[in-house]
């Protein structure tokens, strides 16, 4: 069972104005809304996923956008840094785009042998593009952004822990990733199948305060298996280890398990299948409101609680 992992499947964040949150994804860093749905849990409010043209496993960021909801405060137990991979020289259109659109951003430095720039979304979710001429995922290219400039997809995320060890064990031992790299007090960790979004880093701060869940934080990674079969062989592998993990609970677009691992974050495994287009074709991706069966018969309810939106 060892390996299976295959590195990020996708990224779940929470958000304030769901218009804000689309605005800033579509016409800003140029993703594609892949889908609008709701949220399983709380049909009352959205759920929008952003990713390439065909919604690939390892680039899609995903929100619960709630209005008005307080923010998040960055800590120990969460994801604190999302990473998309960007060409090697776009660094300078990237700035020049966040001066025009008053995006916040540092400047670039280097990290683990990278170049790499931080940002964050209007919500105060901090992310960064990361340089990574190796990357030959093909952009989606359906916005004002050059196919030479534009985000690629996940290249990684990092942990904030107290403490490493328990979950660099989870990542070594149960994941079969491979510690590559580090410096100070950041660890890298790859998955030895993933060929992208295949990073994991963490950072160890003793004495970090353990962050606070709402918006403008990470509520969850989602890591990726191909099919059923294998995410339920898995299951038992995270089982056996000692952790306390879901069964398989049905997405609509993938199955998914959940569990906490030993830092506290939230940690999800998703199957690559049966992927977005199954209520629509890749083409027309994103461009209706999406229900799951349950709530099909809600819909006109739903749609009106729902806060209006334009694409």
């Known amino acids: 069972m060892k390996n299976l992992i295959n590195g990020i499947h996708h990224v779940t964040a929470i958000a304030g104005n769901a218009q804000r949150n689309y605005d800033f994804y579509t016409k800003v860093l140029g993703l594609r809304l892949v889908k609008k749905t709701v949220n399983f849990d709380d049909p009352g409010s959205y759920h929008f996923y952003f990713g390439d043209h065909e919604g690939t496993p390892g680039t899609i960021l995903t929100f619960f956008p709630w209005e008005n909801m307080r923010r998040g405060m960055r800590g120990a137990g969460q994801i604190t840094e999302t990473s998309f991979s960007v060409p090697a020289d776009s660094f300078d259109y990237w700035m020049e785009r966040f001066e025009k659109t008053n995006t916040i951003y540092n400047k ?35 916005t004002d952004i050059p196919a030479d400039k534009a985000i690629r997809g996940f290249y990684g995320v990092t942990l904030t822990v107290n403490d490493e060890k328990g979950t660099a064990k989870l990542l070594t031992d149960v994941f079969g990733f491979e510690a590559t790299k580090s410096n100070a007090n950041r660890y890298r960790f790859e998955a ?23 918006a403008g934080s990470v509520h969850h990674v989602a890591f990726r298996l191909p099919d059923f079969e294998s995410q339920l062989q898995m299951r038992e592998v995270i089982a056996d280890a000692g952790y306390n993990i879901t069964g398989q609970i049905d997405r609509q677009y993938f199955k998914s398990l959940y569990f906490r691992e030993d830092a506290g974050a939230l940690f999800e495994i998703a199957t690559d299948i049966p992927g977005f287009a199954t209520d629509e074709s890749i083409d027309s991706l994103g461009h209706g409101l999406m229900l799951p069966p349950q709530y099909e018969s809600r819909r006109s309810d739903i749609e009106k609680v729902l ?4 694409l």
């Open 108 to 142: 670039p430095s280097q990290r683990l042998g990278n170049d790499y720039l931080v940002f964050v979304d209007p919500d105060g979710l901090k992310l960064e593009l990361v340089a990574d001429s190796s990357d030959t995922r093909a952009p989606y290219t359906g």
């Open 307 to 310: 806060p209006s939106l334009i």
């Open 192 to 214: 030895q199948k993933g060929a992208f979004a295949d990073k994991i880093d963490l950072v160890v701060l003793p004495n970090e305060q353990r962050g606070s869940v709402a």
